[in-house]
């Protein structure tokens, strides 16, 4: 039953006017309501109240109106309220917000309805029109000192949707409180500063349109200087975990803010991935559309230019929507790196091609949640280069670098024609292709031979070639190099090439004449576009640039330069208003934000940045380190480290897990190895590998300081290891055992493909980072030298050997004739060191050589004063001896050791002169090994190296199989194997 109290709130001749109505139908009146004498009538139903808001009656597409009819009424229930937009669809809501994509004039009618059946309209008229452009044009931006005069002019800027007799009105704020209402104006500013100048422009309908420009007026540029990395440094290797260490200094203007930013960047270019939305009339960019994780490799614009869909390595396309740059849908098609993008004639439909010879059709609209139709169209045997639409949208063309075209039949992916590129029998890559607009049979394609080729799709042969032209021996006509691009004119008898020799090129179709060069480009030319008119070809240069040329002259109207990095795409859209450009940029990462929206950074001190964020690669992914200072008064000045940075994986703990650093011909790396601090559990080790060396080679290798990135040659407790590609030992260095200096030539003695660096520490310290050079055929052999050995048997005063307290050493002297032990002790030298370039001599026969030399000592007291009160011990000992350092190449050809007799008659108890000879000199041979580079080895009884062998065994030799190396001087685990013959044949050479 409905309220009766609503009849009160009717106006009064409404009262009248359902008087009779009611004494029909009310129940109890006894009057019958259809002559049936039943009586079942009701109270009067009264149609709904429409109230219908919008927040917007006018606006640019795309326009978001919100509407409400929440302000209606009704005597009873609104059970229905049908929105109708005007333009094609409708909603239910009560409170719907509605897009309008396109311009025009729109009638929105709400219609009510109530639970009577009782209707009622009400309609709004909403206007959607597109936005004025305004164009700001200067003769200049920057002045040295105030005042300065500058010439403003915004004649240029225009409504696209202008109706004849329609006229824009100017307002000009120059941000230092003048405001002017002129198109031309000249203004000067009386003080030093930076002005943002504003043009707003305002249209017939009253829409606004508005652009800005930076004026600096007597403002010091700043400027940022790197001081480290050091600028003589070229490459720094980096693994995810590694600190990269920077320090700057900059000059600013007293008082004024400033804000420090750091990163890395792949392509020293401000500009990330992006796609440059500009006006080809005017030059002014007005967006860069951005998202991807990637250089961008393809772009299109819808048919309408509503639509720019981009692609890129990242394996992702973007849609925008081209009138408000807004990122519309990210689509995700699981195809990897994709390289080519397409929409259809009509639309619906776009294309894309992937580097792994995948082409697939997709829906466009954009409320598909899978958009795939089909992604059957087989046949590339290399990754897609370019890909297009036929005119009648029926055919589908792709290109490959393999050197293949393929014609495809969109309906059903049927392969109809392929058209394979070859030059002297060798597979041509395929850059570009294009259907020939005003011939349905025909087909044209760039490709890396310089040439363009015309095909027939009726037999797959060439109707003709646009191609280099010689006379007598020279090139008279024609690309130098790779042909990266081609465009029609919409007329068919003219194509465009693009070329890497920097030219682009016009050439008749019919008779393949070259009509013209354009020439300007300082780097390749990658893409080529033509205006809808045919007057204009655009072409998009290796730098950045977009040149936009006269077609009939080829002179240059304008430059557009968005970004500093190739432009690989070109289009226009077919009014001529709109114009993109697809820019092949990496994207920075910033490094110094923590939240990443950005807190400012004190280059001036040292500054670790975490790396943790930055992608790497096998081999290192390559980037450059940037620092920029940015103030509210000037553009940001940005510098860039000279070095380029290798990220690469994880260094590892063994040399199977060990990234490969980049190196090549004479080439420094810095390698910044994670800062593992001493209490991180083991392993601590940080393996990489350098790649190949050839006999020759010389290795240049230090330690490094950070975050100096200086060269030392000392380390607290470090440890240096370097294997060849067999994990066979070259060379080690430790803290205080081991020689190690600034002069080391380390001369690779043979071939190896991988040669690999072991750094860590004694387990007290942190891992130091290294400085690596490789001079590639430093001497056409290897470094073996001869090396002299004199055995000193007589006494010696203030001997002093490992830091010892300086002893006397008495004259040599052991049980038996003492001649018969010396000469035995020649012998077995002699015998050991028969197969590498040694000689012999002693005291006994001839005097101290020349220097250099290895001196060997004996101390054969019955008590070792060493040992009494040279602070030794025997667990000091090397094998019954103490040698003063080891030189793992033999670089100094020098060094001192002595054999103590008292461990070695303790431990063997050798009978007779020759056993003692025999003893002493292979505890002799054992030193001598540690002075020229060997370790001593764990694993083979008969190796004059091991650790715990018989001395009194004759079968002692040095082992050339390969042997485990004892556990390092400070504790450290070695890893590989000591090879002692291939070593000792590479430090001292044969005889």
Same mark, same amino acid.
């Given at each position: 039953?409905?309220?009766?109290?609503?009849?009160?709130?009717?106006?009064?001749?409404?009262?009248?006017?359902?008087?009779?109505?009611?004494?029909?139908?009310?129940?109890?009146?006894?009057?019958?309501?259809?002559?049936?004498?039943?009586?079942?009538?009701?109270?009067?139903?009264?149609?709904?109240?429409?109230?219908?808001?919008?927040?917007?009656?006018?606006?640019?597409?795309?326009?978001?109106?919100?509407?409400?009819?929440?302000?209606?009424?009704?005597?009873?229930?609104?059970?229905?309220?049908?929105?109708?937009?005007?333009?094609?669809?409708?909603?239910?809501?009560?409170?719907?917000?509605?897009?309008?994509?396109?311009?025009?004039?729109?009638?929105?009618?709400?219609?009510? !309805?109530?639970?009577?059946?009782?209707?009622?309209?009400?309609?709004?008229?909403?206007?959607?029109?597109?936005?004025?452009?305004?164009?700001?044009?200067?003769?200049?931006?920057?002045?040295?000192?105030?005042?300065?005069?500058?010439?403003?002019?915004?004649?240029?800027?225009?409504?696209?949707?202008?109706?004849?007799?329609?006229?824009?009105?100017?307002?000009?704020?120059?941000?230092?409180?003048?405001?002017?209402?002129?198109?031309?104006?000249?203004?000067?500013?009386?003080?030093?500063?930076?002005?943002?100048?504003?043009?707003?422009?305002?249209?017939?309908?009253?829409?606004?349109?508005?652009?800005?420009?930076?004026?600096?007026?007597?403002?010091?540029?700043?400027?940022?200087?790197?001081?480290?990395?050091?600028?003589?440094?070229?490459?720094?290797?980096?693994?995810?975990?590694?600190?990269?260490?920077?320090?700057?200094?900059?000059?600013?203007?007293?008082?004024?803010?400033?804000?420090?930013?750091?990163?890395?960047?792949?392509?020293?270019?401000?500009?990330?991935?992006?796609?440059?939305?500009?006006?080809?009339?005017? @030059?002014?960019?007005?967006?860069?559309?951005?998202?991807?994780?990637?250089?961008?490799?393809?772009?299109?614009?819808?048919?309408?230019?509503?639509?720019?869909?981009?692609?890129?390595?990242?394996?992702?396309?973007?849609?925008?929507?081209?009138?408000?740059?807004?990122?519309?849908?990210?689509?995700?098609?699981?195809?990897?790196?994709?390289?080519?993008?397409?929409?259809?004639?009509?639309? !619906?439909?776009?294309?894309?091609?992937?580097?792994?010879?995948?082409?697939?059709?997709?829906?466009?609209?954009?409320?598909?949640?899978?958009?795939?139709?089909?992604?059957?169209?087989?046949?590339?045997? @290399?990754?897609?280069?370019?890909?297009?639409?036929?005119?009648?949208?029926?055919?589908?063309?792709?290109?490959?670098?393999?050197?293949?075209?393929?014609?495809?039949?969109?309906?059903?992916?049927?392969?109809?024609?392929?058209?394979?590129h070859l030059q002297g029998g060798d597979r041509q890559a395929v850059l570009d292709v294009s259907f020939w607009p005003t011939n349905?049979?025909?087909?044209?394609?760039?490709?890396?031979?310089?040439?363009?080729?015309?095909?027939?799709?009726?037999?797959?042969?060439?109707?003709?070639?646009?191609?280099?032209?010689?006379?007598?021996?020279?090139?008279?006509?024609?690309?130098?190099?790779?042909?990266?691009?081609?465009?029609?004119?919409?007329?068919?008898?003219?194509?465009?090439?693009?070329?890497?020799?920097?030219?682009?090129?016009?050439?008749?179709?019919?008779?393949?004449?070259?009509?013209?060069?354009?020439?300007?480009?300082?780097?390749?030319?990658?893409?080529?576009?033509?205006?809808?008119?045919?007057?204009?070809?655009?072409?998009?240069?290796?730098?950045?640039?977009?040149?936009?040329?006269?077609?009939?002259?080829?002179?240059?109207?304008?430059?557009?330069?968005?970004?500093?990095?190739?432009?690989?795409?070109?289009?226009?859209?077919?009014?001529?208003?709109?114009?993109?450009?697809?820019?092949?940029?990496?994207?920075?990462?910033?490094?110094?934000?923590?939240?990443?929206?950005?807190?400012?950074?004190?280059?001036?001190?040292?500054?670790?940045?975490?790396?943790?964020?930055?992608?790497?690669?096998?081999?290192?992914?390559?980037?450059?380190?940037?620092?920029?200072?940015?103030?509210?008064?000037?553009?940001?000045?940005?510098?860039?480290?000279?070095?380029?940075?290798?990220?690469?994986?994880?260094?590892?703990?063994?040399?199977?897990?060990?990234?490969?650093?980049?190196?090549?011909?004479?080439?420094?790396?810095?390698?910044?190895?994670?800062?593992?601090?001493?209490?991180?559990?083991?392993?601590?080790?940080?393996?990489?590998?350098?790649?190949?060396?050839?006999?020759?080679?010389?290795?240049?290798?230090?330690?490094?300081?950070?975050?100096?990135?200086?060269?030392?040659?000392?380390?607290?407790?470090?440890?240096?290891?370097?294997?060849?590609?067999?994990?066979?030992?070259?060379?080690?260095?430790?803290?205080?055992?081991?020689?190690?200096?600034?002069?080391?030539?380390?001369?690779?003695?043979?071939?190896?493909?991988?040669?690999?660096?072991?750094?860590?520490?004694?387990?007290?310290?942190?891992?130091?980072?290294?400085?690596?050079?490789?001079?590639?055929?430093?001497?056409?052999?290897?470094?073996?030298?001869?090396?002299?050995?004199?055995?000193?048997?007589?006494?010696?005063?203030?001997?002093?050997?490992?830091?010892?307290?300086?002893?006397?050493?008495?004259?040599?002297?052991?049980?038996?004739?003492?001649? !018969?032990?010396?000469?035995?002790?020649?012998?077995?030298?002699?015998?050991?060191?028969?197969?590498?370039?040694?000689?012999?001599?002693?005291?006994?026969?001839?005097?101290?050589?020349?220097?250099?030399?290895?001196?060997?000592?004996?101390?054969?007291?019955?008590?070792?004063?060493?040992?009494?009160?040279?602070?030794?011990?025997?667990?000091?000992?090397?094998?019954?001896?103490?040698?003063?350092?080891?030189?793992?190449?033999?670089?100094?050809?020098?060094?001192?050791?002595?054999?103590?007799?008292?461990?070695?008659?303790?431990?063997?108890?050798?009978?007779?002169?020759?056993?003692?000879?025999?003893?002493?000199?292979?505890?002799?041979?054992?030193?001598?090994?540690?002075?020229?580079?060997?370790?001593?080895?764990?694993?083979?009884?008969?190796?004059?190296?091991?650790?715990?062998?018989?001395?009194?065994?004759?079968?002692?030799?040095?082992?050339?199989?390969?042997?485990?190396?004892?556990?390092?001087?400070?504790?450290?685990?070695?890893?590989?194997?000591?090879?002692?013959?291939?070593?000792?044949?590479?430090?001292?050479?044969?005889?």
């Amino acid at each position: 039953m409905r309220n009766p109290h609503s009849l009160a709130r009717t106006g009064l001749a409404a009262i009248l006017l359902v008087l009779p109505a009611l004494l029909i139908g009310c129940p109890g009146t006894g009057v019958p309501d259809d002559g049936s004498g039943t009586g079942t009538g009701g109270l009067f139903n009264l149609a709904p109240t429409v109230v219908l808001t919008s927040d917007v009656v006018r606006g640019v597409a795309p326009l978001t109106v919100r509407f409400s009819s929440s302000g209606s009424t009704d005597d009873g229930v609104i059970v229905e309220r049908r929105w109708n937009f005007g333009d094609g669809t409708e909603s239910l809501e009560i409170s719907p917000t509605h897009i309008y994509q396109s311009t025009g004039t729109f009638t929105v009618t709400l219609t009510l !309805t109530d639970d009577e059946g009782a209707t009622n309209s009400e309609t709004v008229e909403i206007g959607v029109t597109e936005q004025p452009i305004a164009v700001i044009s200067v003769d200049d931006t920057v002045a040295n000192a105030a005042p300065a005069q500058f010439e403003f002019d915004g004649s240029g800027s225009f409504d696209p949707d202008a109706q004849a007799g329609d006229v824009l009105t100017y307002q000009w704020d120059f941000g230092d409180g003048t405001r002017v209402t002129d198109a031309v104006v000249t203004h000067t500013f009386a003080r030093a500063g930076t002005y943002q100048v504003k043009l707003t422009v305002t249209d017939a309908t009253g829409i606004t349109g508005s652009a800005t420009v930076i004026i600096e007026v007597g403002i010091p540029v700043p400027d940022i200087e790197l001081r480290s990395p050091p600028g003589d440094l070229s490459n720094i290797v980096v693994s995810p975990d590694s600190p990269l260490w920077a320090h700057a200094v900059f000059n600013v203007e007293a008082g004024v803010p400033r804000t420090i930013r750091a990163g890395l960047d792949g392509d020293q270019d401000r500009c990330d991935a992006s796609t440059a939305l500009f006006d080809p009339r005017t @030059g002014e960019i007005f967006e860069l559309l951005e998202g991807h994780d990637n250089p961008v490799q393809d772009a299109a614009f819808s048919p309408d230019g509503s639509r720019l869909l981009s692609v890129s390595d990242d394996g992702v396309a973007l849609l925008y929507d081209t009138f408000t740059g807004v990122l519309l849908r990210r689509y995700l098609p699981a195809l990897g790196s994709l390289r080519a993008v397409a929409f259809s004639p009509d639309g !619906t439909q776009f294309a894309l091609g992937a580097a792994d010879g995948t082409v697939a059709l997709f829906d466009a609209d954009e409320t598909q949640t899978n958009p795939v139709v089909r992604s059957d169209y087989n046949g590339h045997a @290399g990754a897609v280069t370019s890909i297009t639409f036929s005119p009648d949208n029926e055919r589908l063309l792709s290109g490959d670098d393999n050197g293949d075209a393929i014609l495809f039949r969109l309906i059903n992916a049927e392969e109809l024609a392929r058209f394979v590129h070859l030059q002297g029998g060798d597979r041509q890559a395929v850059l570009d292709v294009s259907f020939w607009p005003t011939n349905p049979d025909a087909v044209a394609t760039a490709s890396v031979d310089n040439r363009a080729r015309v095909w027939s799709t009726i037999d797959g042969e060439i109707i003709q070639q646009l191609a280099p032209v010689f006379s007598g021996g020279e090139q008279i006509a024609g690309h130098t190099d790779a042909v990266n691009a081609l465009a029609f004119t919409s007329d068919g008898l003219q194509v465009a090439t693009a070329s890497t020799d920097g030219t682009a090129k016009l050439w008749d179709v019919l008779t393949g004449e070259e009509l013209r060069t354009f020439t300007g480009h300082t780097d390749g030319v990658f893409s080529v576009a033509f205006s809808p008119d045919n007057l204009q070809v655009l072409t998009g240069g290796g730098v950045g640039e977009v040149r936009i040329w006269d077609l009939a002259s080829a002179s240059l109207v304008r430059e557009v330069q968005p970004c500093s990095s190739p432009v690989v795409a070109l289009d226009v859209t077919s009014d001529g208003a709109l114009a993109f450009a697809g820019i092949a940029a990496e994207n920075d990462i910033q490094l110094d934000t923590n939240p990443a929206q950005g807190n400012d950074l004190n280059l001036t001190l040292p500054t670790a940045f975490d790396l943790s964020g930055v992608p790497g690669a096998v081999g290192g992914a390559e980037y450059t380190f940037w620092a920029e200072i940015d103030t509210d008064r000037t553009l940001p000045t940005r510098t860039y480290s000279n070095a380029t940075i290798h990220v690469v994986p994880a260094f590892g703990t063994t040399a199977a897990s060990a990234p490969v650093v980049p190196l090549g011909d004479d080439d420094e790396v810095a390698v910044l190895l994670p800062a593992i601090l001493p209490a991180t559990p083991a392993p601590r080790r940080q393996v990489f590998d350098i790649g190949p060396v050839e006999t020759g080679d010389r290795i240049e290798i230090s330690l490094m300081t950070t975050p100096g990135y200086g060269d030392t040659f000392q380390f607290d407790g470090y440890s240096l290891l370097m294997l060849d590609d067999q994990e066979s030992q070259f060379a080690w260095y430790q803290d205080g055992q081991t020689l190690f200096t600034r002069n080391s030539e380390l001369i690779a003695g043979h071939d190896s493909d991988q040669f690999f660096i072991a750094l860590d520490n004694n387990g007290e310290d942190l891992v130091p980072s290294a400085r690596i050079k490789i001079t590639r055929g430093y001497t056409s052999q290897d470094r073996a030298r001869r090396q002299t050995v004199f055995l000193q048997f007589g006494a010696t005063e203030d001997f002093a050997i490992q830091n010892s307290v300086p002893v006397d050493l008495d004259a040599f002297d052991v049980p038996g004739d003492d001649a !018969t032990v010396k000469t035995a002790i020649i012998a077995r030298l002699n015998a050991l060191l028969s197969a590498y370039d040694f000689e012999v001599t002693s005291s006994d026969t001839s005097s101290p050589p020349a220097e250099p030399h290895i001196t060997m000592y004996f101390d054969t007291a019955a008590t070792s004063d060493i040992l009494l009160r040279g602070e030794k011990s025997l667990a000091d000992l090397f094998q019954f001896g103490l040698p003063d350092f080891l030189d793992p190449r033999n670089e100094t050809l020098t060094g001192s050791a002595v054999v103590i007799w008292e461990p070695l008659n303790l431990a063997t108890t050798p009978a007779g002169e020759a056993e003692i000879g025999l003893v002493i000199g292979n505890a002799a041979a054992h030193q001598i090994g540690l002075l020229t580079g060997l370790r001593p080895t764990n694993g083979n009884a008969n190796d004059i190296m091991g650790a715990a062998n018989d001395l009194s065994s004759a079968a002692l030799a040095f082992d050339p199989g390969g042997l485990p190396v004892l556990t390092g001087l400070d504790g450290v685990t070695p890893i590989g194997n000591q090879n002692a013959g291939q070593l000792l044949l590479e430090v001292v050479g044969t005889p």
